[in-house]
């Protein structure tokens, strides 16, 4: 059984079809990076997977129970038990300005899962040292980096315990040193086995740690393969240009 | 004036200081919650709601306050009975009026607060299982007040000259204290004392106000 | 234009509400007076309950026509007749005649500091009994209030500083004249042939007489048309290099408003002060203040 299986997704707005027709699955330990030129409809289809956007019609599923099916949603509750299995990690990082790094991590938890404050507390220092952040417990999100922040946001993520991580674009608003402390964090994610989906511009991330690769584009995945498969011999032509132009 | 009678007008006008702190400290207490009150139900999806609290925020901010209270303590006693008991006193008048304008204000305060909250937080908020009212209290309400915390501390400062407006319907406070002291004395040096009360007042609001936005920075 | 057009719905709906009060008052007014009139008439039918009946219409009228608290509305800002000492406490001419009158009706008395401005509402919302404040007689108030004839004469004189060349009221032309707001001195003042002369051909208006003294004081205005009792009060008292014209604007007269259609209140009211004159009271009162025993006339 897979952890997430898409088929027949569709998704517009206002009219505009973002996206047409995806299909595709995620087994228990992937790593798949989602590729393709902006506007392809990569984000939208990582945000319909988590409900943050609602689709026009197909179907998701999670862990073999729907989160939508053909274009009929279930019940608030299963659609909740569905995103809850999923966690997500935002461009923009998205942390509490307002709570310190610790309560950032411990908030959500106590108030979603009731855990108690002591058991909260060591697992956020747990949690921080995975992502090399455990000597920043109790700062505040505003005197961190970039880097850091995005790395106290995955660990935030990480503490509602997901069976998958999705990543929107986590390293597009960070500047190139930035962005290899928070890829050398996803990469011991998926030295853990963390199964994950990951929309990413950064190629090497996709060609070193991805198992698999989905190349997106105008609104559907237009190829799916392993790394070398889609670095190596690419079967489409707009795949071929999208890749040429970004190694260069 | 000699020393002494300025001691005596001091003491005089600070009579009417406790009309204008229980004026201040009420109207706070009453008038913050119900305008975050009227700002979530301005959000509401029943439309008439949203138009009902729509319109109140209009009326209370287009209109003089004098006028308010003129009307809640000259005309509501007529409406009926009930109204002439329970507003027999001026000063339940004062504060309702008070209390009723100020969460018009407040209101379009913690709005704008809330605009200011970014939608990334909502979204945060959702993947990570908080249900709506929890995203509210833990995530949107701390950082929205913090953005209305300047603007909070500006209406309060104007509540507290405000509350000159009470003797419109018959209390007593610090202006008119000093209007007395005035026609009594013929000299207008009561009002630079009443200038000075004020301004003191105003100086421990504003010295609160800046402990409380230091206390707060994120 | 917004907030005009809503306050004026709001000046409006305030009207209505004072006006239905009126109207809801002097029903009340109106019925209460039918009952003594219908008990009378039982009287007449049967002599032997003559006594009992007089009892029940005694009782039926006294605690309609005096109130238990007879709440005196003043500014208290107007020495000598009603302001506040150090204390804050209310004193003055009208206050110690209403003490007097309150002990002999057998009311409590109270003095009540309204906002002169919204001296009829209060007066027509029952939240006072009366106006009792060097109030000036003045043209059409028998329309709006129950009025008693006049206790105290008073004059609207000029003040100018002691150095000023003007001496008398011709030599107001050209000069800034100022009277306080709404004041029976500024209507006297405008209904003066040389109101027409003075500079700006209006007079300058403030607040109250003390900041427009301070005015004259400070050099911003030439004269101030002012009730002679408290012109006199404020010279005398505050020891100011001001002096009193000899040329009059105009003579008028203090009186006390009650509500329009309680008559019986004035009444006794009224009645009360021509006793405590009978027995002297007044004249002690009008000696204390004036340090002249005929300053208060009753009737």
Redesign the interface.
């Known amino acids: 059984m897979s952890l997430i299986f898409v088929k027949n997704l569709r998704k517009g707005f206002q009219g505009v079809e973002v996206l047409t027709d995806v299909n595709f699955q995620v087994d228990k330990g992937d790593v798949i990076a989602v590729i393709g030129p902006s506007g392809a409809g990569k984000s939208t289809m990582l945000r319909c997977l988590i409900d943050l956007e609602k689709v026009d019609g197909g179907t998701i599923e999670v862990e073999g129970e729907p989160l939508v099916k053909d274009g009929i949603y279930a019940p608030p509750a299963q659609v909740r038990r569905a995103t809850g299995k999923m966690g997500m990690v935002f461009q923009n990082f998205h942390l509490f300005p307002h709570l310190s790094v610790r309560r950032n991590l411990t908030m959500p938890l106590m108030k979603v899962k009731g855990t108690g404050k002591e058991q909260a507390n060591a697992l956020a220092l747990e949690t921080l040292k995975k992502v090399g952040m455990g000597d920043r417990i109790d700062a505040m999100p505003s005197t961190l980096s970039g880097g850091q922040k995005q790395r106290v946001a995955i660990a935030r993520a990480l503490m509602l315990n997901p069976d998958i991580m999705l990543f929107d674009e986590p390293t597009s608003a960070l500047d190139p040193m930035l962005t290899l402390e928070v890829l050398g964090v996803m990469q011991k994610l998926a030295a853990d086995h963390m199964t994950m989906l990951v929309v990413t511009h950064e190629m090497s991330f996709a060609k070193e740690v991805a198992n698999r690769i989905l190349f997106m584009c105008d609104g559907t995945i237009l190829e799916e393969g392993t790394p070398e498969q889609i670095f190596g011999h690419p079967k489409h032509q707009r795949t071929a240009d999208f890749l040429g132009n970004n190694i260069k | 004036m000699t020393t002494s009678e300025i001691l005596a007008t001091t003491q005089a006008l600070l009579q009417g200081l406790g009309t204008v702190i229980t004026l201040f400290v009420v109207v706070m207490v009453a008038s913050l919650p119900l305008g975050f009150l009227l700002t979530m139900l301005a959000r509401c999806r029943i439309a008439p709601i949203r138009w009902l609290v729509n319109a109140y925020i209009y009326i209370m901010r287009g209109t003089p306050l004098m006028l308010q209270l003129f009307f809640i303590y000259y005309g509501l006693p007529f409406v009926n009975d009930f109204f002439k008991m329970a507003l027999r006193s001026a000063m339940v008048c004062a504060l309702l009026g008070f209390s009723l304008n100020y969460a018009a204000y407040f209101a379009e305060i913690f709005r704008g607060g809330l605009l200011s909250v970014d939608k990334g937080q909502y979204e945060a908020c959702q993947v990570l299982g908080l249900n709506r009212v929890q995203t509210t209290l833990y995530a949107v309400l701390p950082q929205m007040f913090r953005v209305a915390l300047p603007s909070i501390t500006n209406e309060s400062i104007t509540l507290v000259k405000d509350t000159a407006l009470v003797f419109s319907i018959s209390i007593m406070e610090v202006l008119y204290y000093a209007k007395a002291a005035v026609s009594r004395t013929g000299s207008i040096l009561p009002y630079a004392i009443a200038f000075l009360i004020y301004l003191a007042l105003n100086s421990l609001l504003q010295l609160f106000f800046n402990w409380l936005e230091k206390k707060t920075a994120y | 234009m917004?907030?005009k057009w809503?306050?004026g719905i709001?000046?409006a709906?305030?009207a209505v509400?004072?006006f239905?009060?009126c109207g809801?008052s002097a029903s009340t007014e109106s019925s209460s007076s039918s009952e003594p009139a219908s008990s009378s008439s039982q009287q007449e039918e049967s002599a032997s309950q003559e006594e009992s009946a007089a009892e029940a219409s005694s009782q039926a009228e006294e605690p309609s026509a005096l109130p238990e608290t007879f709440v005196l509305g003043l500014d208290?800002?107007?020495?000598p007749m009603g302001?506040?000492?150090?204390?804050?406490n209310i004193i003055g001419v009208d206050i110690d005649l209403a003490k007097a009158v309150c002990e002999k009706l057998g009311m409590e008395f109270e003095a009540?500091?309204?906002?002169w401005?919204?001296k009829e509402?209060?007066l027509?919302?029952d939240?006072i009994s009366c106006i009792w404040n060097g109030l000036t007689i003045q043209e059409g108030f028998d329309e709006i209030y129950e009025m008693t004839p006049a206790y105290m004469d008073n004059e609207q004189v000029i003040v100018v500083m002691e150095s000023s060349d003007i001496q008398s009221k011709e030599d107001l032309a050209d000069k800034i004249v100022a009277a306080q707001k709404d004041s029976s001195g500024l209507a006297a003042l405008q209904k003066d042939e040389i109101y027409s002369s003075i500079q700006g051909g209006a007079a300058k208006e403030y607040g109250?007489?003390?900041?427009a003294?301070?005015d004259l004081e400070i050099g911003r205005c030439d004269a101030v048309v002012m009730d002679s009792i408290v012109a006199n009060y404020?010279i005398n008292?505050?020891a100011?290099a001001m002096r009193v014209l000899d040329d009059k604007m105009a003579s008028e007269q203090y009186g006390i408003a009650f509500k329009k259609g309680n008559t019986e209140l004035r009444d006794a009211v009224w009645g009360a002060l021509q006793e405590l004159e009978a027995e002297g009271k007044v004249a002690e009162i009008s000696l204390q203040w004036f340090n002249k025993e005929d300053m208060i006339q009753i009737g």
């Open positions: 917004n907030k809503l306050s709001l000046i709906a305030l509400s004072a239905s009060a809801g208290a800002s107007f020495p302001f506040m000492d150090q204390n804050n009540k500091p309204i906002d401005d919204a509402m209060e027509n919302s939240k109250n007489y003390v900041e003294l301070t404020y008292a505050n100011k």
